[in-house]
């Protein structure tokens, strides 16, 4: 989910298991959402993203689910390795600009247990 | 392997002075982004250009932070005077304009004593 001030939600899991992070976002009118991972001491990396007009779209071990009734964005890692330990932002465009502009959140921790 | 560079990767400096950061964006992207990230506030948007042209810099504080692209291969974020308030990782990022996906430099870290 979303952090308010400065701890990030974290979420652990074991190896081998499902992970699942979730995201909240803010405007109804947003047309366009990415999921970006980062690790430690690098810069955000694109890992998936789905127009608002679908409600799910898959990667390779990655899953997207967009429901825009409760503006409700989840990321599903299949299989989750210890390379996927990251923080997670899922990122948002706001139409109007007639161009990309995202938004982010402010990101979920994803701890990945040995 | 494209990648957009910044520079420089760490930059410790005193209140009060200039600050330039510079990045090369990836060859052939026409947009190019300025982002500030913070424990507190994550992910900022400080200013954004497209095919060279600053197109939105409204999260950019104006009296101190200046951003120009003199020209394809070169986009600078300047802080004059810096404050330790600043003290933030900036990164750049660059794509095409038709998509959404991001490239995102390496960053660069300051911090303003």
């Known amino acids: 989910g979303e952090s308010v001030g400065l701890h990030l939600p974290t979420l652990s899991v074991q190896e081998g298991d499902n992970s699942i992070i979730n995201c909240a976002y803010s405007n109804s009118a947003s047309d366009y959402f990415i999921w970006y991972k980062q690790e430690s001491g690098k810069g955000p990396q694109f890992i998936i993203d789905?127009?608002?007009?679908?409600d799910k779209r898959q990667g390779q071990r990655v899953t997207v689910l967009l429901n825009k009734t409760v503006k409700h964005l989840s990321l599903q890692i299949a299989a989750t390795q210890p390379g996927d330990s990251a923080v997670y932002f899922c990122?948002?465009?706001?139409?109007?600009?007639?161009?990309?502009?995202?938004?982010f959140g402010k990101g979920t921790k994803l701890s990945v247990i040995p | 392997d494209a990648r957009v560079t910044q520079t420089p990767r760490d930059k410790v400096t005193e209140m009060g002075q200039e600050v330039t950061m510079r990045c090369q964006p990836i060859l052939g992207h026409n947009t190019v982004f300025w982002y500030r990230q913070t424990m507190m506030q994550g992910l900022e948007l400080l200013a954004y250009?497209?095919?060279?042209?600053?197109?939105?810099d409204s999260g950019m504080p104006k009296d101190r932070f200046s951003a120009e692209m003199p020209d394809a291969t070169l986009a600078t974020l300047k802080i004059q005077p810096s404050e330790p308030r600043d003290s933030a990782v900036y990164f750049c990022a660059s794509g095409l304009v038709n998509t959404g996906e991001l490239f995102f430099g390496e960053g660069s870290r300051l911090t303003v004593l």
């Open positions: 789905i127009r608002s007009n679908m």
């Open positions: 250009f497209r095919n060279r042209a600053p197109l939105d």
């Open positions: 990122a948002e465009n706001r139409p109007g600009a007639g161009s990309y502009q995202l938004t």
